[in-house]
């Protein structure tokens, strides 16, 4: 790949605007995902479909983005980042419209899928350049990066919650929200680096399996995504069936979680500066295996939610830095990048489930002690995040 901008003796004014370029469209991308999130009752509805349909109808955004995240190195190289990234994040932001208008389990099965191909295509490009900005910046920025991503969601769920307090039909809610996303994606892409192939490389295939590298570094990011969707879906049920809470100390449990997750990658950067990957990394596995054993021994409810939050705290960094180190372990980041996502992805669709069977045979406290342990791998396995 061949860079428009070199940076010589620390960052320039231009890598750091492109910078907060890159965060602006990192939080663009959260927005949609936290907007869409705050009316699933209300597509439910008016799909006229089942809790069990609509659990089936969420595993399709999973499946889309795992089948074309690999398409994204090739449209990159292609057309080049900043064209390619702002095709594909105004595809994401359009898509938002499209669940809305689902009438049925089948239409909404092929919305979601379509948003799907949208969230992981962008996706793979937004973090191939945050890779390389990262590498301009000589620093890590990869967690607040994330970071603006959560805080994006936080904001396009709060809206989405105004919407439905006042009642607003979701067809409207999201064609203004798509209108004024997609609009926002367009202004800021302007600003991120344009990364080019090189006129003599070759273009990258339309899908292949992920480099062997890049599946060493998904299996770390495995164990923290599982983690991570294992307690974001059931951290308020665990607290309602296992601790006999009520619905409102439930939820606040899964409130804890997102707040750490949300604190923890917009400081995590200066963590990593300061300590490297390898160590950050492990620090955090070991504050995720200690949340997971505080939530199965928990006798009270104080004591789970503080184990929700320290597994949130806990494998907050991981995912950024598991695509900062793909994006550095071969010769074409985003190819390495599309490997880790889609394991990843992958990850975020079995956790729920998987979770949701281990209880069905057993109980749901020992759901979280196969959690305990996959927290526990990120402390084996965190060698593999190691900066060349």
């Given amino acids: 790949m061949t860079n428009t901008v070199e940076t010589v003796g620390g960052p320039t004014r231009r890598v750091r605007q492109a910078r907060l370029a890159t965060a602006a469209v990192f939080a663009v991308h959260g927005a949609v995902t936290g907007s869409f999130a705050t009316r699933i009752p209300w597509i439910q509805e008016h799909a006229g479909i089942s809790a069990g349909q609509l659990g089936l109808a969420l595993a399709f955004p999973a499946i889309g983005a795992s089948l074309t995240m690999p398409l994204a190195a090739r449209i990159g190289h292609r057309l080049g980042s900043r064209l390619g990234l702002r095709l594909l994040l105004a595809y994401w932001t359009l898509a938002l419209i499209l669940p809305a208008l689902a009438g049925n389990l089948f239409t909404l099965c092929l919305a979601l899928f379509v948003m799907g191909t949208a969230a992981g295509t962008s996706d793979v490009l937004m973090n191939a350049l945050g890779v390389d900005v990262e590498e301009r910046m000589g620093k890590s920025v990869m967690s607040g990066l994330h970071g603006m991503w959560t805080t994006g969601a936080l904001v396009g769920s709060a809206a989405g919650t105004l919407a439905a307090h006042a009642g607003l039909d979701a067809r409207i809610h999201f064609a203004i929200a798509s209108a004024v996303l997609t609009v926002a994606g367009a202004l800021i892409c302007q600003g991120v680096f344009d990364v080019r192939s090189a006129p003599d490389e070759n273009p990258p295939p339309r899908f292949a399996l992920p480099p062997k590298s890049a599946v060493i570094i998904g299996a770390v990011a495995f164990c923290a995504v599982f983690a991570e969707g294992a307690s974001l879906d059931w951290s308020a049920v665990y607290l309602r069936d296992v601790l006999g809470t009520s619905p409102g100390i439930a939820a606040a449990s899964t409130t804890a979680f997102t707040c750490t997750m949300a604190v923890a990658r917009l400081s995590g950067d200066a963590l990593v500066r300061r300590f490297g990957s390898v160590n950050t990394v492990r620090a955090g596995g070991a504050f995720a295996t200690l949340g ?60 729920p489930s998987l979770i949701g069977g281990i209880a069905d045979l057993t109980s749901l406290t020992m759901s979280f002690a196969v959690v305990t342990l996959l927290a526990l791998g990120l402390v084996a396995g965190a060698g593999v995040l190691r900066t060349r």
């Fill in 292 to 351: 997971g054993l505080l939530v199965v021994f928990a006798v009270h409810p104080v004591m789970a939610m503080a184990g929700f939050a320290l597994i949130g705290l806990g494998v907050s960094v991981v995912v950024p830095l598991a695509f900062a180190a793909a994006g550095r372990s071969g010769p074409t980041p985003s190819q390495s990048i599309a490997g880790v996502a889609t394991i990843t992805y992958s990850s975020g669709l079995v956790a």
